[in-house]
């Protein structure tokens, strides 16, 4: 996969890409300043998966939150398809979020209430979508996240660990986001049904052309990325491309 990956020495504030520029994320606590994300430089193009891996406490979580925009970096720049993410304002931020990124958590983090159809309608109703439309798109989005149609009306508690992982896949979809971010998604599934999800995630970014950041311990996982971003005390230790 050569160079598709990377796009060396273009302008990070291209379109079509998502890139960081010095990116650092310090906190304050009682022992003293913990630089979490210590000057990270990043540069992905659109559809492609990249593991993010490293020691526990290297800065993994911290830099998936800033590319989230669910925190804000102490210093440095994020783009993601050409838009500045690092300086919006907080409503901005929310709106842009909700339209460009996706996330996927290792919990699922499902309404326990809700059916599968539901849940993956839920994001919509912040945007205005009307419910007809609401319905259909999240129909076409447990298709794309190959969830079995006979599930489509069953709560979480009745659904595998697996199937309520595409659920929340779909979930991600709704928006048609740039972006798609995943924290440990196969932390809670037994690694068959893991690699599953990380094939379900892999189709998405090479056909939909979504760019798939993910976070995990699981080094299988990490190998069949197209990228891999090894993390070391919030600084990028080595960037492996598949080749
Ligand atoms: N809100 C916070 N306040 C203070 N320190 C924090 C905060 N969040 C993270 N840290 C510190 O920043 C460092 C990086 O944490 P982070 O959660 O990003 O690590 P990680 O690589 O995701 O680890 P793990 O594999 O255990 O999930 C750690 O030293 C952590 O203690
Ligand atoms: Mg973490």
Redesign the pocket.
Known sequence: MSKQGLAAGSSTTAKDMIATKVLK?S???SEGV????NGIDLVLERGVVAA?I????????????LLGTL?TPSDGEIYIDGIKFHNLSEGEATRYRRKSIGFIFQSYNLMPNLSALENVELPMEYTGVKKKERQARAIECLRLAELPEKRYGHRPAQLSGGEQQRVAVARALVNDPFLILA??PTGSLDSATGKQILELLGKLAHKERKTVII?T?DHEIAARADVVLK?KD?MMEEIKYKK
Not at 34 to 37: G, L, P, R, S, W
């Open positions: 994320k906190f304050r606590t913990v630089n979490a994300v993010i490293g020691p526990s406490g290297s800065g993994k979580s911290t830099l998936l939150n925190d924290d440990e976070v311990h993390l919030g």
